[in-house]
């Protein structure tokens, strides 16, 4: 399937790993040309490295999303290296497992900072731009805790990803008629480097519980209607399909890609 995307600029944020990076990877096999985002630059320039040499127009961008400029810095390094911007895709994130009374203030503002405004700053920049050509494509990668709190998460990443859901509602009411199209994606737990990389959250709950990683991430997958955890290749494909040309009639949507373990309320 064509998704109709050769040639058209696209932002990854949080493309330095997981399903940024797999995001990435699967636009630039697109025929799409991607700035990776993300504040590691040396992650990130090995991860554009790595695209580059797969055949990938890929480039690298080292920021802090936090900050207040973030999103303008984004969007014009992007139009400047490939033209005019076409999709964005803030991926960027992160989350512990914490119980809700080990939370400081400050643990709630960093989910905040990077879920919701880093979110808002980069649409800010990017949709007026894209609502003056008529088309685009925005896609904010929250997740099932968005839907249903997860037990074994940070509350604050629950609540803050529940936000950044709302946020993909408002631009998505404000610019669909203008030709940008905002949706959300909503994974459930992924078996990538969130989970899997060391100290990641596998270890972390691990070392909580009193058991071992893998005793962590069978019962993880087992607790999926599907048996097992999704991968980030499967959240990449439907973030990709949301940023082409065959989701011309698809706004304000939430995709879950949970494996249906958090039911969809009609």
Same mark, same amino acid.
């Given at each position: 399937?064509?998704?109709? +995307?050769?040639?058209?600029?696209? /932002?990854?944020?949080?493309?330095?790993?997981?399903?940024?990076?797999?995001?990435? @990877?699967?636009?630039?096999?697109? !025929?799409?040309?991607?700035?990776?985002?993300?504040?590691?630059?040396?992650? +990130?320039?090995?991860?554009?490295?790595?695209?580059?040499?797969?055949?990938?127009?890929?480039?690298?961008?080292?920021?802090?999303?936090?900050?207040?400029?973030?999103?303008?810095?984004?969007?014009?390094?992007?139009?400047?290296?490939?033209?005019?911007?076409?999709?964005? =895709?803030?991926?960027?994130?992160?989350?512990?497992? @914490?119980?809700?009374?080990?939370?400081?203030?400050?643990?709630?503002?960093?989910?905040?900072?990077?879920?919701?405004?880093?979110?808002?700053? %980069?649409?800010?920049?990017?949709?007026? !731009?894209?609502?003056?050509?008529?088309?685009?494509?925005? /896609?904010?990668?929250?997740?099932?805790?968005?839907?249903? &709190?997860?037990?074994?998460?940070?509350?604050?990443?629950?609540?803050?990803?529940?936000?950044?859901?709302? +946020?993909?509602?408002?631009?998505?009411?404000?610019?669909?008629?203008? !030709? =940008?199209? /905002?949706?959300?994606?909503?994974?459930? &737990?992924?078996?990538?480097?969130?989970?899997?990389?060391?100290? *990641?959250?596998?270890?972390?709950?691990?070392?909580?519980?009193?058991?071992?990683?893998?005793?962590?991430?069978?019962?993880?997958?087992?607790?999926?209607?599907? *048996?097992?955890?999704? %991968?980030?290749?499967?959240?990449?494909?439907?973030?990709?399909?949301?940023?082409?040309?065959?989701?011309?009639?698809?706004?304000?949507?939430?995709?879950?890609?949970? *494996? *249906?373990? =958090?039911?969809?309320?009609?």
């Amino acid at each position: 399937m064509d998704l109709g +995307l050769l040639g058209r600029a696209c /932002v990854v944020t949080g493309a330095s790993r997981g399903i940024g990076l797999a995001t990435a @990877r699967l636009l630039c096999a697109e !025929g799409a040309s991607v700035l990776l985002v993300a504040r590691d630059s040396g992650t +990130l320039s090995r991860a554009a490295a790595e695209l580059t040499a797969e055949g990938g127009r890929a480039i690298a961008l080292a920021v802090d999303l936090t900050g207040a400029d973030a999103g303008e810095r984004v969007v014009t390094a992007a139009q400047e290296a490939f033209g005019p911007l076409y999709a964005l =895709v803030n991926c960027a994130g992160f989350t512990r497992a @914490r119980e809700l009374d080990e939370l400081t203030d400050d643990d709630w503002r960093a989910h905040w900072e990077i879920h919701v405004m880093a979110s808002l700053h %980069t649409m800010q920049a990017a949709a007026p !731009g894209m609502a003056e050509r008529g088309e685009g494509r925005i /896609v904010n990668v929250t997740s099932s805790s968005a839907r249903r &709190p997860s037990a074994t998460l940070d509350a604050a990443y629950s609540v803050t990803k529940a936000a950044q859901l709302s +946020l993909s509602r408002v631009f998505a009411d404000r610019y669909a008629a203008r !030709g =940008v199209l /905002v949706n959300a994606v909503a994974p459930g &737990p992924v078996a990538g480097s969130m989970w899997l990389s060391e100290g *990641g959250l596998a270890d972390e709950i691990a070392g909580r519980r009193g058991i071992s990683r893998e005793e962590v991430l069978e019962s993880t997958g087992a607790r999926q209607p599907r *048996g097992r955890m999704g %991968t980030e290749d499967e959240v990449a494909a439907v973030i990709a399909f949301l940023c082409s040309a065959r989701a011309a009639n698809v706004a304000g949507a939430v995709w879950a890609v949970d *494996g *249906g373990s =958090v039911p969809t309320v009609s």
